[in-house]
């Protein structure tokens, strides 16, 4: 009886929210209400927005020719989605972003683990990370150019500088957060240097290290199109800037929407992966019924 | 007497941080006999916990040296596992129950095979057998810290080392878990040293009781526990002997507390 009742709520707790096929008596049935007001709200939102948006234009409050109705940039969407160019651009868009993401998430994991390991790092890189993480990575612009001109490259080197600070950071507060209680454990019963980092400083540093790739997942979003847009890289920046030069209006809205949508897909994915790396962690799993 | 598990010669701990110096632990001497259970009682505060921490090989003495079965120890030793009071900090909340009991086992040349056995026999020792498929923080605190005990138990270590570890459950599990800890140590012969401020508890659990002085810390008292072998928390706890032997650790303790030796009964 205790099983079934653990069981049940461990898997609530990997869907990460009420459902409504759930166990009848553990799960509370006032709380589906107000998600679903709350989903019915969210949706009245967003046909709001839509709606003033074309109003906007349509009534002449704004010039149709800087901001059109959405029914041209609906029309101008479903063009593009036709385009062989604008998947090309998608697809370039999306590997310089995975690739850069890739790199520093790499990159800031094991900077974090081996500076949080190696006693005297911390202090050595200190002052040092302070200085160059507030460097914004729009500032390189020049340096990529000079290094890379317009390829897949200056685009990493945004993309990863932007990143790597976010993930690197994250690391770094991770690892500080080890339990001393759980350290002594794990030393109390012969756990070496390499088995304690990964059973228990790991998924300590877990819970951040899922915060950091989901902020630098976004900042990564924002310098891969940044750079397109700036430095002629190709890919959904570079076609927005060409549509805006060409005064492709509906066109370059249509291609802003689709960096939204792309961004607003990456942070629901990241944070799905989230739940379900951290099922077990308070902020997860939720209250606990002993 | 049998022969000595655990000798402890002369420690002394001084913490030294920010220009403060802090004794901890002065000068203590004792052996802990092969298949013993003994209990440390003293005032809160006199390094009981630092005393345990340079037993279990996690901190370094300043002077003076322990000793597992004649050898010194320099870091935690192979055959002793700790049992601490923080149940929920150190079950580690990431892994299954069965995981983490097994944690320890990984480090050992064992099969698979017979870890999953020691798990098992442990869990079901502690009267949590259904419960591997939980996470800790799914169960009760009590039946928390039986996983940490579990944990020990597959260990299988020559001598278990307990930090008060009853000190964070309500007075009805307690009594259990004490009755499972003696239970335990009769039925594998562990040689155990329990750490506890609570009197009742140390005379209760304890073939032998040493009472800490308060900080800088020495052995005050040692104390033989002529209770009989088996023990009930209803009758032990109300016998005439029981009363004496708890009533002159208590003296022993208030001693302690005011730095002077309370005379012989």
């Known amino acids: 009886m205790k099983d079934g009742q653990t069981d049940g709520q461990r898997d609530r707790q990997t869907d990460g929210q009420l459902d409504d096929t759930g166990p ?25 927005f839509l709606a003033l948006c074309e109003a906007v234009s349509r009534f002449g409050i704004v010039s149709g020719d800087y901001f059109p109705p959405l029914t041209r940039v609906a029309d101008a969407l479903v063009t593009e989605l036709g385009d062989r160019a604008f998947w090309t651009a998608l697809g370039d868009t999306l590997t310089g972003w995975a690739l850069g993401l890739a790199i520093a998430v790499t990159a800031g994991i094991l900077a974090g683990v081996v500076i949080a390991v190696v006693p005297f790092l911390r202090e050595a890189t200190a002052s040092t990370i302070e200085f160059l993480r507030p460097i914004p990575s729009v500032a390189l612009i020049p340096l990529a150019v000079l290094l890379y001109g317009s390829e897949l490259r200056s685009v990493l080197l945004l993309v990863v500088y932007a990143s790597f600070w976010q993930m690197l950071i994250q690391v770094l507060y991770g690892v500080q957060d080890v339990d001393p209680v759980a350290e002594e454990t794990a030393r109390s019963y012969g756990l070496g240097t390499w088995a304690r980092v990964r059973h228990v400083l790991w998924p300590t540093a877990l819970p951040y290290v899922m915060t950091g790739v989901r902020l630098a997942a976004a900042v990564a979003l924002i310098l891969a199109v940044t750079a397109e847009l700036v430095i002629g890289a190709p890919g959904l920046g570079q076609r927005i800037a060409v549509a805006q030069t060409s005064q492709a209006v509906p066109e370059m809205y249509a291609l802003v929407v689709v960096t939204g949508v792309l961004g607003l897909l990456i942070n629901v994915g990241a944070r799905a992966v989230e739940r379900r790396a951290l099922a077990w962690h308070q902020s997860v799993r939720g209250e606990v019924v002993v | ?78 055959g002793m596992a700790v049992v601490f009071q923080e149940y929920g900090r150190s079950l580690f909340p990431w892994m299954r129950v069965g995981e983490n009991v097994e944690l320890p086992l990984r480090q050992k040349p064992l099969s698979k095979a017979r870890r999953r056995e020691l798990v098992a026999d442990a869990l079901d020792s502690v009267g949590l057998a259904d419960a591997a498929g939980a996470y ?49 140590w009769r039925e594998r012969g562990i040689t155990i040293l329990f750490v506890t401020h609570d009197i009742d508890e140390a005379v209760y659990l304890g073939e032998r009781v040493l009472v800490l ?45 005011r730095g002077v030796t309370a005379p012989r009964l």
């Open chain 1, 24 to 48: 009848g008596p553990t799960s509370p049935p006032r709380a589906e209400r107000p998600a679903a007001a709350n989903a019915a709200l969210g949706a009245a939102g967003i046909v709001g």
């Open chain 2, 136 to 184: 800790p923080w799914q169960l009760s605190g009590g039946m928390q810290q039986r996983v940490a005990i579990a944990r020990a138990l597959a260990y299988e270590p020559d001598v278990l080392l307990m930090d008060e570890p009853f000190a964070a459950v309500d007075a009805q599990t307690r009594a259990d878990l004490e009755d499972l800890v003696r239970g335990l």
């Open chain 2, 1 to 78: 007497m049998g022969r000595s598990m655990l000798d402890v010669r002369g420690l002394k701990k001084v913490y030294e941080g920010s220009g403060r110096r802090v004794e901890a632990v002065r000068n203590l001497t004792f052996t802990v006999d092969a298949g013993e259970l003994v209990c440390l009682v003293g005032p809160s505060g006199c390094g009981k916990t630092t005393l345990l921490k340079c037993v279990a090989g996690l901190l370094t003495p300043t002077s003076g040296e322990v000793l597992l079965e004649g050898r010194p120890v320099s870091g935690p030793p192979p």
């Open chain 2, 213 to 257: 002085s308060a900080s800088p810390t020495v052995v005050q008292e040692q104390l033989t526990i002529d209770l009989p072998e088996e023990r009930d928390q209803l009758r032990t706890r109300v016998a005439p002997r029981f009363a004496e032997l708890r009533t002159r650790v208590y003296e022993q303790v208030q001693a302690a507390k």
